[in-house]
Nanobody
C-alpha cells in the first residue's frame, strides 16, 4: 500500500532552519515526482515546490525561492525539504505528495498523470517571532 510519511516538523525561531523528510513506500519511488505543499491556519493549501522524478528539475514557489531546497535520495526512497531563513509566515502543516509527472511539467502539478497523487498526513512547522 502506498504510504508517505513526513517528519521533522517542530517549533523554530524566526531566522532558523529546519529540514523535513518524506519517506515513501509502496510506490516505485524513482518514477514519481515529489511535491511539497503547506497549509497555514485559515488558509488554502499551497504548493511550496516540486522535484522531478529524475531529480534534475525543481520548481519553487516565489514565496520560498532562495530559502527552500528540495532534494531526493532514490536509494532511500526519501525526499527532503531544507528550509532556511524561516519566518512566522512559514508556519503551516507541511505535506509531501507523489505523482507521475513529466520532467518538463515539474512546475505544474495539475499535469500529473490521470490527475492522481498520493499524500502524507503532514508535519507541523511553527516559526516563532
Amino acid at each position: 500500500q502506498e504510504q508517505l510519511v513526513e517528519s521533522g516538523g517542530r517549533l523554530v525561531q524566526a531566522g532558523g532552519s529546519l529540514r523535513l523528510s518524506c519517506a515513501v513506500s509502496g510506490l516505485t519511488f524513482n518514477a514519481y515526482a515529489i511535491g511539497w505543499f503547506r497549509q497555514a491556519p485559515g488558509k488554502e493549501r499551497e504548493q511550496v515546490g516540486c522535484i522531478s522524478w529524475t531529480g534534475v528539475r525543481t520548481y519553487y514557489a516565489d514565496s520560498v525561492k532562495g530559502r527552500f531546497t528540495i532534494s531526493r535520495d532514490n536509494a532511500k526512497n526519501t525526499s527532503s525539504l531544507q528550509m532556511n531563513s524561516l519566518q512566522p509566515e512559514d508556519t503551516a502543516v507541511y505535506y509531501c505528495a507523489a505523482a507521475l509527472l513529466d520532467d518538463a511539467d515539474t512546475g505544474d502539478w495539475s499535469k500529473r498523470y490521470y490527475g492522481r497523487d498520493y499524500w502524507g498526513k503532514g508535519t507541523l512547522v511553527t516559526v516563532s517571532s
